[in-house]
C-alpha cells in the first residue's frame, strides 16, 4: 500500500490553469505507475493520464495538448499540469498508485481533490 496526498486543486475560470500534486510515501520510482484519475457528478471515474516506472505517459484523449503529467522522484511527487481548462473538466481527481505484484495489480488512492472551472 501507497499514501498518497493530493493538493492544488480549487475553482478557476475557463481557460485558466491549476498545477496538482500528489505526494506518495514511498520511492515514485518503485512503483509501477501513478496517475490522475477524475470523477464527476454522476460519472464512472476516468483516467485522465499516467507515468510509469520507466517515465512513459499516457493521456486521455480529452486530456492530450492540455494536461501534462510529470514527476519529481526526490520529492517522490507526481503532478498533474492543466492548461486552457474547461467547464466539462470539473470533477474530484484523484491520485493513483499501481503496483503489481506477480499478475495482480494493487491500487492505492488518495483522498481526492476538486477541480471546479466556471465558465
Known amino acids: 500500500q501507497v499514501q498518497l496526498v493530493e493538493s492544488g486543486g480549487g475553482l478557476v475560470q475557463a481557460g485558466g490553469s491549476l498545477r496538482l500534486s500528489c505526494a506518495a510515501s514511498r520511492s515514485i520510482l518503485s512503483i509501477n505507475a501513478m496517475g490522475w484519475y477524475r470523477q464527476a457528478p454522476g460519472k464512472q471515474r476516468e483516467l485522465v493520464a499516467d507515468i510509469s516506472s520507466f517515465g512513459r505517459t499516457n493521456y486521455a484523449d480529452s486530456a492530450k495538448g492540455r494536461f501534462t503529467i510529470s514527476r519529481d522522484s526526490a520529492k517522490n511527487t507526481v503532478y498533474l499540469q492543466m492548461n486552457n481548462l474547461k467547464p466539462e473538466d470539473t470533477a474530484v481527481y484523484y491520485c493513483?498508485?499501481?503496483?503489481?505484484?506477480?499478475?495482480?495489480?494493487?491500487?492505492?488512492w488518495g483522498q481526492g481533490t476538486q477541480v471546479t472551472v466556471s465558465s
Open positions: 493513483n498508485a499501481r503496483l503489481t505484484s506477480g499478475i495482480s495489480d494493487i491500487h492505492s
